[in-house]
């Protein structure tokens, strides 16, 4: 007797599985972002909408990533596995904790030396945003040469 048919099988069973696993994270993911629209937009204002919506978003938004980080490391990741391992994410990971580190000192900076109210408007948040966003990375990127990198190559060295 042979064990093919066994192994097809549970091949088969097993694709089936990740083929519904991937479709209700999917469809959680998609409930996350849609299913708040007309709860936080809708014309009027229904309590147990909101409770139930701040209550569960969060836990099942964090169900998925999980999911998706279990799946990438097990090899079902698929297109979502290769399109995260791409070289660029590789280099920005080295910059996102010293960004992170900065950007709430350069915000405060700049908001605390503001000398006239400010008023909100679309364009004014882009600028803010982007040059909030783009001075962190150059700072960052100053950071991480001067301090990070040279703490990375003394570690390599002692660990030989």
């Known amino acids: 007797m042979s064990c093919i048919p066994l192994n097809k099988a549970f091949a088969v069973k ?5 083929l519904v696993i991937w479709t209700a994270m999917l469809a959680l993911m998609l409930g ?15 309590k147990w909408d909101h409770v139930f919506y701040n209550t569960f978003v969060r836990p099942t938004w964090s169900i ?9 490391v097990l090899g079902h990741g698929g297109i979502i596995n290769s399109f995260l391992s791409n070289k660029i994410f590789q280099v920005l990971s080295r910059f996102s904790y010293s960004v992170y ?3 709430f000192v350069e915000i405060c900076l700049w908001e605390l030396s503001r000398k006239t109210g400010v008023y909100f ?3 004014g948040m882009l600028f803010d945003f982007w040059g909030h966003f783009m ?4 700072i960052s990127y100053i950071w991480v040469l001067a301090f990070e990198a ?10 030989r």
């Open 101 to 103: 580190l900065i950007h």
């Open 14 to 18: 097993k694709h089936k599985l990740l």
């Open 121 to 123: 408007t679309e364009v």
């Open 32 to 46: 996350c972002i849609f299913a708040g629209h007309d709860t936080m937009l809708g014309p009027e204002y229904r």
């Open 135 to 138: 001075f962190s990375l150059i």
């Open 64 to 72: 998925f990533i999980a999911w998706m980080v279990v799946a990438c």
């Open 150 to 159: 040279p703490v990375t190559a003394l570690e390599k060295l002692l660990l």
